[in-house]
């Protein structure tokens, strides 16, 4: 029985990933630290996922409310105009 290319399903390739930040110790992530922050933001100024980037939970929540102190602080931008 032929089938079609519709009806097959995509497999998601699943990598074993440890968080970056568990692995070099960070306990706080702060928001005055732009350069670690830039790492988690696209070229056009939104916030990496997590699926994505590889952090565990904990650290992904720290580093969203981080980069959003450091938006309205003016240290990072909200938008990247390209």
């Known amino acids: 029985m032929a089938q079609n290319k519709k009806n097959k399903r995509k497999v998601k390739n699943i990598r074993n990933t440890t ?3 568990c692995a070099a110790g960070v306990e706080e992530v702060s928001y005055l630290d732009v350069y670690r922050l ?3 933001i696209s ?3 939104k916030i990496i996922s997590r ?3 590889g952090n ?3 650290h992904q929540r720290k ?3 981080s980069i959003k102190r450091a ?3 003016s240290l990072l931008p909200f938008s990247l105009n390209d």
Request: aromatic letters at 10%.
């Open 19 to 21: 968080c970056t930040l």
């Open 56 to 58: 565990c939970s904990k």
């Open 43 to 45: 070229r056009k100024g």
């Open 51 to 53: 699926f994505r980037t």
């Open 38 to 40: 830039k790492k988690f």
């Open 63 to 65: 580093v969203t409310n």
């Open 71 to 73: 938006r309205i602080l």
